[in-house]
């Protein structure tokens, strides 16, 4: 029976960061600014960032802005500040894209 939950542990850890249920269909991008990974998930107007990796502490204000920056340049819209939450973990925002 332990070797069930230690396989289930290795198939969960090899699928990698998985949007929300909403984000679902999202599109994927994978992204390295100053030496930490991030992937962004965008569907319509709905944002998601997730890090990946660990961050010591003192260094979540500075990675929840980097998370922040980083939606207008992955995905070419404004990000609606009314509309972030989160940490620097996992962030969810709203954007507003010009007319493409």
């Known amino acids: 029976m332990k070797w069930i939950a230690t396989l289930l542990v290795l198939l969960l850890a090899a699928c990698g960061p998985q949007p929300t249920p909403l984000m679902f269909g999202a599109t994927k991008t994978e992204v390295t600014r100053n030496g930490r990974e991030y992937v962004v ?32 340049e992955v995905t070419g819209c404004w990000v609606d500040d009314r509309f972030i939450q989160g940490d620097s973990g996992e962030m969810r925002a709203k954007v507003r894209c010009p007319d493409r």
Do not use: N, S, T
């Not at 998601?48 to 660990?54: D, T």
């Open 41 to 72: 998930f965008q569907k319509g107007e709905a944002v998601e960032v997730i890090r990946l990796g660990y961050a010591r502490p003192g260094q979540h204000q500075g990675i929840r802005k980097a998370m922040v920056d980083l939606i207008p």
